[in-house]
């Protein structure tokens, strides 16, 4: 297994096309507003390091009996499930940001019960293919991403009738020896910081899509393909000099990106699913039914740090006794473990695949989402609600610093500042403004993209959950059981 060190300096030896403010990145590793994002997936390698962890982090391959992260598992019971979340929030908690590398793992287990039912049905290799190079994966302990969410263009038409057949990832030309393919995946959680991809259809398709039907993998440095990097609320901040505070969390951050493939060579042996149009639906919703678990762990693992957040402004304040703060830091933690309690509840209730891996309760796994994209705004709402005004009003830390005298008897701007912000007797006003703009990142800041907005659209927006639960909630049955009751024949 890799390092965190050894993982960064991976990343050193592609040649990923980065653009970003309109310019190619050429060293996009030590790049000031990525680097955070870097280290938020180098997360995932030293906590794995750490022995105390060791259970949560680490598993043995089914496919290999190797020791390995579990990042790159296929899940083989619901116990798997369960420490799954657990990894999730963990990992939340050491980084309040996105730490990206669970896409692929999501990936990994759609696409490897998928393949086996595409095979089942056709004869093909796909599950050969992919279980070779999941073992590659596992082996070299490598992040890979997850990428589904296709631009979409009008919304009204399917793929094959897009004025524009770009707006989902499709075959432009069949080879012997593979496919070249085209398209843009959005808003990829990761895609910079990982050292391979997976592309997988985005819905459901009926014939006439057949060349948008596909699935593989790809080398992230791959002829062809790049990104442009998404731009988060606050992100030039990372720029600025003597902002280490102003930036809420200087050391970890999450990272999204537009991924372009313009004709990508991609061999048969990286293929997973090509013109079999009837299995998209299934690989898509494997895929949002574990990304919808994910959330009921790392969004609550992040929730956790705006609760301690929240009660430390609290404590600044001198508030920290007051009954109202304390029923709102209880509500907040109620709201924060009932989606902890839905992302446990879906993989406890898992179940074993044809392929043999283990895949969520499709049901509960919606619930826990669309709890996610309703709860963390709540949460957000009463942190700032405890939290203050000033948590978006503070002077900058430059300010906090500054040695210009303003005042009459030549008082500094730092000195005022100083002066008229402190609380508490033991409180020093560096610790209120390194609480209240940590605050303010994960609710509006760089981070917030996590919390917040994420937490509405990843993993499919608010509908896409509603759709699945009126699809799995069997409302036949409870009609039934009602006119059982009451007699009705
Ligand atoms: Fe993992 Fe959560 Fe980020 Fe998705 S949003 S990649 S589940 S940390
Ligand atoms: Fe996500």
Same mark, same amino acid.
């Given at each position: +297994?890799?390092? /965190?060190?050894?993982?960064?300096?991976?990343?050193?030896?592609?040649?990923?096309?980065?653009?970003?403010?309109?310019?190619?990145?050429?060293?996009?590793?030590?790049?000031? +507003?990525?680097?955070?994002?870097?280290?938020? &997936?180098?997360?995932?390698?030293?906590?794995?390091?750490? =022995?105390? $962890?060791?259970?949560?982090?680490?598993?043995?391959?089914?496919?290999? @009996?190797?020791?390995?992260?579990?990042?790159?598992?296929?899940?083989?019971?619901?116990?798997?499930?369960?420490?799954?979340?657990?990894?999730?929030?963990?990992?939340?908690?050491?980084?309040?940001?996105?730490?990206?590398?669970?896409? @692929?793992?999501?990936?990994?287990?759609?696409?490897?019960?998928?393949?086996?039912?595409?095979?089942?049905?056709?004869?093909?290799?796909?599950?050969?293919?992919?279980?070779?190079?999941?073992? $590659?994966?596992?082996?070299?302990?490598? &992040?890979?991403?997850?990428?589904?969410?296709?631009?979409?263009?009008?919304?009204?038409?399917?793929?094959?009738?897009?004025?524009?057949?770009?707006?989902?990832?499709? &075959?432009?030309?069949?080879? =012997?020896?593979?496919?070249?393919?085209?398209?843009?995946?959005?808003?990829?959680?990761?895609?910079?910081?990982?050292?391979?991809?997976?592309?997988?259809?985005?819905?459901? +398709?009926?014939? /006439?899509?057949?060349?948008?039907?596909?699935?593989? /993998?790809?080398?992230?440095?791959?002829?062809?393909?790049?990104?442009?990097?998404?731009?988060?609320?606050?992100?030039?901040?990372?720029?600025?000099?003597?902002?280490?505070?102003?930036?809420?969390?200087?050391?970890?951050?999450?990272?999204? *990106?537009?991924?372009?493939?313009?004709?990508?060579?991609?061999?048969?042996?990286?293929?997973?699913?090509?013109? #079999?149009?009837?299995?998209?639906?299934?690989?898509?919703?494997?895929?949002?039914?574990?990304?919808?678990?994910?959330?009921?762990?790392?969004?609550?693992?992040?929730?956790?740090?705006?609760?301690?957040?929240?009660?430390?402004?609290?404590?600044?304040?001198?508030?920290?006794? /007051?009954?109202?703060?304390?029923?709102?830091?209880?509500? +907040?933690?109620?709201?924060?473990?009932?989606?902890?309690?839905? %992302?446990?509840?879906?993989?406890?209730?898992?179940?074993?695949?044809?392929?043999?891996? $283990?895949?969520?309760?499709?049901?509960?796994?919606?619930?826990?989402? !669309?709890?996610?994209?309703?709860?963390?705004?709540?949460?957000?709402?009463?942190? #700032?609600?405890?939290?203050?005004?000033?948590?978006?009003?503070?002077?900058?830390?430059?300010?906090?610093?500054?040695?210009?005298?303003?005042?009459?008897?030549?008082?500094?701007?730092?000195?005022?500042?100083?002066?008229?912000?402190?609380?508490?007797?033991?409180?020093?006003?560096?610790?209120?403004?390194?609480?209240?703009?940590?605050?303010?990142?994960?609710?509006? %800041?760089?981070?917030?993209?996590?919390?917040?907005? #994420?937490?509405?659209?990843?993993?499919?927006?608010?509908? *896409? !959950?509603?759709?699945?639960?009126?699809?799995?909630?069997?409302?036949?049955?409870?009609?039934?059981?009602?006119?059982?009751?009451?007699?009705?024949?």
């Amino acid at each position: +297994m890799k390092t /965190a060190q050894e993982y960064i300096e991976s990343l050193r030896q592609l040649k990923t096309r980065v653009y970003m403010f309109g310019e190619k990145i050429d060293n996009w590793v030590d790049h000031p +507003m990525i680097r955070p994002s870097i280290n938020c &997936v180098a997360m995932t390698y030293a906590v794995a390091e750490d =022995p105390q $962890y060791a259970d949560l982090m680490t598993v043995t391959s089914s496919l290999t @009996g190797h020791k390995i992260n579990r990042f790159t598992h296929l899940h083989q019971s619901t116990e798997d499930l369960i420490n799954k979340v657990k990894m999730q929030r963990l990992l939340g908690q050491k980084t309040a940001s996105c730490f990206q590398r669970c896409v @692929g793992m999501d990936s990994f287990n759609a696409v490897f019960s998928t393949t086996y039912e595409v095979d089942e049905k056709y004869g093909t290799h796909y599950h050969e293919n992919f279980k070779k190079f999941l073992t $590659y994966i596992q082996d070299e302990d490598l &992040v890979v991403d997850g990428a589904m969410t296709d631009p979409k263009g009008d919304r009204s038409k399917a793929p094959h009738d897009q004025a524009d057949p770009d707006m989902y990832v499709h &075959v432009v030309e069949r080879r =012997p020896d593979g496919i070249v393919v085209c398209g843009a995946k959005c808003h990829q959680t990761g895609s910079v910081n990982s050292h391979w991809h997976i592309f997988m259809p985005t819905i459901s +398709m009926g014939e /006439a899509d057949k060349d948008w039907a596909v699935s593989f /993998a790809c080398p992230t440095d791959a002829e062809g393909m790049y990104m442009i990097y998404g731009r988060q609320s606050c992100d030039t901040r990372k720029l600025e000099e003597d902002a280490s505070i102003d930036v809420g969390n200087a050391k970890f951050g999450g990272q999204e *990106a537009l991924v372009v493939l313009d004709h990508v060579f991609i061999p048969n042996e990286y293929i997973f699913l090509n013109g #079999e149009y009837e299995f998209a639906g299934m690989m898509v919703e494997r895929f949002a039914g574990y990304h919808r678990q994910s959330y009921g762990g790392c969004k609550v693992g992040v929730g956790d740090v705006v609760i301690g957040a929240t009660a430390l402004a609290a404590e600044y304040n001198g508030v920290e006794k /007051a009954s109202a703060v304390k029923d709102k830091l209880i509500e +907040m933690t109620h709201l924060n473990e009932t989606l902890y309690c839905c %992302g446990i509840a879906c993989s406890s209730q898992g179940f074993k695949t044809k392929a043999g891996n $283990y895949q969520i309760d499709l049901l509960l796994a919606n619930v826990c989402k !669309q709890n996610v994209t309703r709860f963390p705004y709540e949460i957000v709402r009463l942190a #700032e609600d405890v939290a203050g005004g000033l948590m978006v009003t503070m002077p900058s830390q430059k300010d906090f610093h500054s040695e210009t005298v303003v005042g009459r008897n030549g008082e500094t701007i730092g000195e005022i500042c100083n002066k008229y912000f402190k609380t508490k007797e033991d409180v020093s006003t560096e610790d209120r403004q390194r609480v209240l703009r940590f605050l303010e990142n994960m609710c509006l %800041g760089a981070a917030a993209v996590g919390y917040r907005t #994420e937490s509405m659209h990843g993993a499919g927006s608010p509908q *896409a !959950q509603r759709i699945m639960i009126a699809r799995q909630g069997n409302i036949q049955a409870k009609k039934q059981l009602a006119k059982d009751i009451a007699g009705i024949q």
